[in-house]
Each structure stands twice: as structure tokens, then as C-alpha cells.
């Protein structure tokens, strides 16, 4: 009986107990980001990503402008680099064909280009010869650019003969500087395109 009395004792204590149980604390409140805040810091890194791609673009736009500039005064030097003559010659040399050549490529893309040659000598011969042979010189560049096919009212010459020496001295050095054919741009300064198609 004692058995007996003591598991009602502690059925009635268990129970006891259960009844002055609080009930369990609710749950925590979530603690991520909101729907609201997810969508709003969705909208900020593309807003952040389209920010950063337009930052890009614009970088490499200015890189591209910065080399077509680049190329453009290299075509530019191109076309102004002179080229010399042998003694007594206007037969185009070697070394002074690579340089036309490249000329070639820049005024074919370039077709509002306008060049004015002139022809220069240096100082030995009468002042009648030398204004012819210049002349001669310049006609021989302006030949070379139409035998492949480029227009010939693009060209002016001009023969300064000995008139505009490179050097002013009298010797086989300055003489072979004085020898040349020169190269100014007369129209489309600003159309250069320095390679491709026109």
C-alpha cells in the first residue's frame, strides 16, 4: 500500500508540477533581412553594377580615342617624312619607295587628303637646272602615288631647287640631306584615317 500511496504521491506532484509550467517562450523573430530590404539592396548592386559597366565603357572609350589619336599623328608623321634623291637623279630610291608605300596605305583610306610635294636639290648646278631637277623629283613622287591608281588633282608640285636647303654646308652630307622631296598636307587634315577602309 505504502507503493501505492507513493506513486499517487508523485503522479499528483508530476502533475502538479505541469500545471505550473509556464507556457514556452515564442519563438525568436526572424533575424535575416527583410523581403522589403532584400529587394531593396537587390536593386542597389544593379544599380552599383550598371554604375561600374558605364565606368568601363567610358574607360574604354577614352582608350580607344586615345589611340586613334595616336595612330592619326603617326599617319600624320608618315605622310610628312621626306624622301631623298641620289645625285643628279629624280628616280625614286629604294629606301625612299618603303617610305611612299606607306604613304600609299595612309592617302588611299584617306581619300579627302591633299598633299603638296616639293622637290628640293642641294647647292650645285645653275639655279635654271636645279628649279628643273626639283621639279622632275616632285613630278616623280606624284607618279609613283598615281601608278596605283590615286588621283592626281590630289597632288600639287612645287620646286624650291636649292632655294631651301636642309643643311648649309658644303659637303657630300648636307648635299645628300638637301636632295629630297618633301610632303605638306594641303586638305583633309582633319580626315586622316590611318588605316582600314575609307
Given amino acids: 500500500m505504502k507503493y501505492r500511496t507513493f506513486i499517487v504521491t508523485a503522479l499528483a506532484a508530476v502533475l502538479l508540477l505541469g500545471a505550473c509550467k509556464k507556457d514556452p517562450p515564442p519563438p525568436p523573430e526572424p533575424s535575416g533581412p527583410t523581403a522589403e530590404e532584400l529587394e531593396a539592396q537587390r ?5 552599383a553594377a550598371a554604375e561600374e559597366a ?5 574607360m574604354a572609350a577614352e582608350r580607344e580615342a586615345r589611340a586613334r589619336e595616336a595612330a592619326i599623328a603617326a599617319a600624320r608623321a608618315t605622310l610628312a617624312e621626306r624622301i631623298h634623291f641620289d645625285l643628279d637623279m629624280a628616280e625614286i630610291r629604294p629606301d625612299a619607295e618603303r617610305i611612299l608605300r ?29 628649279d ?4 622632275r623629283r616632285a613630278q616623280a613622287i606624284v607618279d609613283f602615288f598615281t601608278n596605283f591608281g590615286l588621283d592626281a588633282s590630289r597632288f600639287a608640285i612645287v620646286s624650291f631647287g636649292e632655294d ?9 652630307d648636307a648635299w645628300a640631306m638637301n636632295r629630297r622631296g618633301e610632303f605638306i598636307i594641303t586638305a583633309g587634315q582633319n580626315d586622316i584615317n590611318p588605316g582600314g577602309t575609307p
Avoid: F, T, W
Wanted: charged share 25%; glycine share 6%; net charge negative.
Fill in 102 to 130: 606607306d604613304k600609299l596605305a595612309i592617302l588611299r583610306a584617306s581619300p579627302a587628303v591633299m598633299l603638296r610635294v616639293e622637290g628640293h636639290c642641294d647647292e650645285r648646278g645653275s639655279n635654271e637646272y636645279n
Fill in 132 to 135: 628643273a631637277l626639283g621639279n
Fill in 54 to 58: 558605364a565606368r568601363q565603357a567610358a
Fill in 164 to 172: 631651301r636647303p636642309l643643311a648649309n654646308q658644303s659637303n657630300e
Fill in 43 to 47: 536593386i542597389a548592386d544593379s544599380i
